[in-house]
T-cell receptor
């Protein structure tokens, strides 16, 4: 089954605006993680939210998790041009605690200066 | 700050050749992973490795693939006979411990594999 489906697929905003990306998944999870990827580069870990948490903050990032709806959102406040990247949610739903991550298709964010 | 490193950054090979992709996980981490990302697609799990053995593998990870931790620091992915469809970015990742999986995975910068 598909896990971690993000929407929108692409988002274009002006610098200073907030960006919200959503992620849905289908099975129970241990945690959900958000990653950023600049074009052609590696994955940078942004934030992890556990299944028993509802909201988490890190700097300009705010993540929410609704396990009843099997969804999560990532909010970037006061966006900057440097935030331009692809953002992926990844779910850890391994029953055997191997910790494998299932990634979504990602949201491509463009922040215009 | 400790980080996962990968070499080479770009590998070009002929179809049918063997390639070995190398990774050095963060030193106190115990779980190791390989993922791949075909251009324009999402990141896909290949294999997880713990205590010197594979703990889980995906359907992609067939007999052409193998992993090894030959010493205390390196973690390698070998593709025995490369195919055109193996062209992708390969990411290594590691994390501290596995119980309850409440900890994040740290990814390396990736190796771009091009099979001609």
């Amino acid at each position: 089954s598909q896990q971690g489906e993000e929407d929108p697929q692409a988002l274009s905003i002006q610098e200073g605006e907030n960006a919200t990306m959503n992620c849905s998944y289908k099975t129970s999870i241990n945690n959900l993680q958000w990653y950023r990827q600049n074009s052609g580069r590696g994955l940078v870990h942004l934030i992890l939210i556990r299944s028993n948490e509802r909201e988490k903050h890190s700097g300009r990032l705010r993540v929410t998790l609704d396990t009843s709806k099997k969804s999560s959102s990532l909010l970037i406040t006061a966006s900057r041009a440097a935030d331009t990247a692809s953002y992926f949610c990844a779910t850890d739903q391994s029953s055997g605690n191997t910790g494998k991550l299932i990634f979504g298709q990602g949201t491509t964010l463009q922040v215009k200066p | 700050e400790p980080e996962v490193t990968q070499t080479p950054s770009h590998q070009v090979t002929q179809m049918g050749q063997e390639v070995i992709l190398r990774c050095v996980p963060i030193s106190n981490h115990l779980y190791f992973y390989w993922y791949r990302q075909i251009l324009g697609q999402k990141v896909e799990f290949l294999v997880s490795f713990y205590n010197n053995e594979i703990s889980e593998k995906s359907e992609i990870f067939d007999d052409q693939f193998s992993v090894e931790r030959p010493d205390g620091s390196n973690f390698t992915l070998k593709i025995r006979s490369t195919k055109l469809e193996d062209s992708a970015m390969y990411f290594c990742a590691s994390k501290v411990w596995g119980t309850l999986s409440y900890n994040e995975q740290f990814f390396g910068p990736g190796t771009r594999l091009t099979v001609l």
